[in-house]
T-cell receptor, first 113, second 113 residues
Framework: AQSVTQPDIHITVSEGASLELRCNYS??????LFWYVQSPGQGLQLLLK??????LVQGIKGFEAEFKRSQSSFNLRKPSVHWSDAAEYFC???????????FGKGTMLLVSP | KAGVTQTPRYLIKTRGQQVTLSCSPI?????VSWYQQTPGQGLQFLFE???????NKGNFPGRFSGRQFSNSRSEMNVSTLELGDSALYLC????????????FGQGTRLTVV
């Protein structure tokens, strides 16, 4: 069975500082990996995705993530955080040809002035 | 291009009642999945429909059911509501090709009193 661990429940970052959100997955084959963001009371917006190929993927809003197979990780990064980035971030894994996604518990990002 | 549309956005129901939620996928998307999001359990997969057939089902009791129509619109039904069914219900649609991502709707917030 596949699983996703996001070790940090909350993270506080100063505006303008860099950000890294951690994600570790468990899956037997090459996974499909995703990062979604959710603002309060809203649905999930896709930030970026990894299917294959280049292990460093670029997403929207200046986010990027790196797939490291040896560490079973897919950490999300942003060089300079903006106050509007405050939200909850979810890492998810799916199998090839997936019909389901398995999500981590989420990391709540707080941005301080 | 319109996104995934879920109706209604908010619902308040009484314990023991039943409820039907609706999801209209992105045009051309034939796969529709449903997820339940609660503070305690996080995001959990309910079921997925493709071409009017349930293709996959999560670990939820039989009170939770769904269906998909020929135009790919989907409904989910919860019968005999319990307080613990209070949650944000999210619908996602996806094209049925490899290397495609799931797009989520804004969700339906169900409160059972």
């Amino acid at each position: 069975a596949q699983s996703v661990t996001q070790p940090d429940i909350h993270i506080t970052v100063s505006e303008g500082a860099s950000l890294e959100l951690r994600c570790n997955y468990s899956y037997g084959a090459t996974p499909y990996l995703f990062w979604y963001v959710q603002s309060p009371g809203q649905g999930l917006q896709l930030l970026l995705k990894y299917f294959s190929g280049d292990t460093l993927v670029q997403g929207i809003k200046g986010f990027e993530a790196e797939f490291k197979r040896s560490q079973s990780s897919f950490n999300l990064r942003k060089p300079s955080v903006h106050w509007s980035d405050a939200a909850e971030y979810f890492c998810a894994v799916g199998a090839k040809g997936y019909s389901t996604l398995t999500f981590g518990k989420g990391t709540m990002l707080l941005v301080s002035p | 291009k319109a996104g995934v549309t879920q109706t209604p956005r908010y619902l308040i129901k009484t314990r023991g009642q039943q409820v039907t939620l609706s999801c209209s996928p992105i045009s051309g998307h034939r796969s529709v999945s449903w997820y339940q999001q609660t503070p305690g359990q996080g995001l959990q997969f309910l079921f997925e429909y493709f071409s009017e057939t349930q293709r996959n089902k999560g670990n939820f009791p039989g009170r939770f059911s769904g269906r998909q129509f020929s135009n790919s619109r989907s409904e989910m039904n919860v019968s005999t509501l319990e307080l613990g069914d209070s949650a944000l219900y999210l619908c996602a649609s996806r094209q049925e090709y490899e290397n495609t991502e799931a797009f989520f709707g804004q969700g339906t917030r169900l409160t059972v009193v």
